[in-house]
T-cell receptor, first 111, second 114 residues
Framework: AQSVTQPDIHITVSEGASLELRCNYS??????LFWYVQSPGQGLQLLLK??????LVQGIKGFEAEFKRSQSSFNLRKPSVHWSDAAEYFC?????????FGTGTRLQVFP | DGGITQSPKYLFRKEGQNVTLSCEQN?????MYWYRQDPGQGLRLIYY???????QKGDIAEGYSVSREKKESFPLTVTSAQKNPTAFYLC?????????????FGPGTRLTVT
């Protein structure tokens, strides 16, 4: 069965520090992978997606993610976090005709 | 401006009452989706529709119903049969069916049932 695991429920970083949010997936075939961001009380916005090709994917707001098939991972990174990046981040895997979401990682940014 | 509208943002109901959540999109998207979000559980798919007058159950359809009479509208009814209706509900749409199409999300409706 398809599944997504985000092992970190809550992460706190200082503004300007680097960030890596972890995502592991379980899927039988080549996965379609997504990262979404959600500000409090709002809908989700797509940061980036991976379907095929280059395993390092660039997204909006300076985020990138790397697909590693051997580790079944699709971790999200940002070299320097801004206070406005504080939000909840969801990883999702697509299979058949629907998305399976992870439980999310809440990012807190200290000045 | 194209987008997805969900109304109202906050909704309060008494237990035993049915309630309908509105979702409208002007993106000319064929597919629409309803998700439920609970703290610590991510998003779970309730229903989805790939074309007008057709819809399919998602993972947690029990206690919910939908209709898709118009391309731009996909209302969700939370019935009295839903045991734990209090949650944040998100509507989404995509240009076509299949997960290769990006899903665009509305701002959500927070439903509280007491």
């Amino acid at each position: 069965a398809q599944s997504v695991t985000q092992p970190d429920i809550h992460i706190t970083v200082s503004e300007g520090a680097s960030l890596e949010l972890r995502c592991n997936y379980s899927y039988g075939a080549t996965p379609y992978l997504f990262w979404y961001v959600q500000s409090p009380g709002q809908g989700l916005q797509l940061l980036l997606k991976y379907f095929s090709g280059d395993t390092l994917v660039q997204g909006i707001k300076g985020f990138e993610a790397e697909f590693k098939r051997s580790q079944s991972s699709f971790n999200l990174r940002k070299p320097s976090v801004h206070w406005s990046d504080a939000a909840e981040y969801f990883c999702a895997v697509g299979g058949a005709d629907k998305l399976i979401f992870g439980t999310g990682t809440r990012l807190q940014v200290f000045p | 401006d194209g987008g997805i509208t969900q109304s109202p943002k906050y909704l309060f109901r008494k237990e035993g009452q049915n309630v309908t959540l509105s979702c409208e999109q002007n993106l000319n998207h064929d597919a629409m989706y309803w998700y439920r979000q609970d703290p610590g559980q991510g998003l779970r798919l309730i229903y989805y529709s790939q074309i007008v007058n057709d819809f399919q159950k998602g993972d947690i359809a029990e206690g919910y119903s939908v209709s898709r009479e118009k391309k731009e509208s996909f209302p969700l009814t939370v019935t009295s049969a839903q045991k734990n209706p209090t949650a944040f509900y998100l509507c989404a749409s995509s240009l076509g069916q299949g997960i290769s199409y990006e899903q665009y999300f509305g701002p959500g409706t927070r439903l509280t049932v007491t």
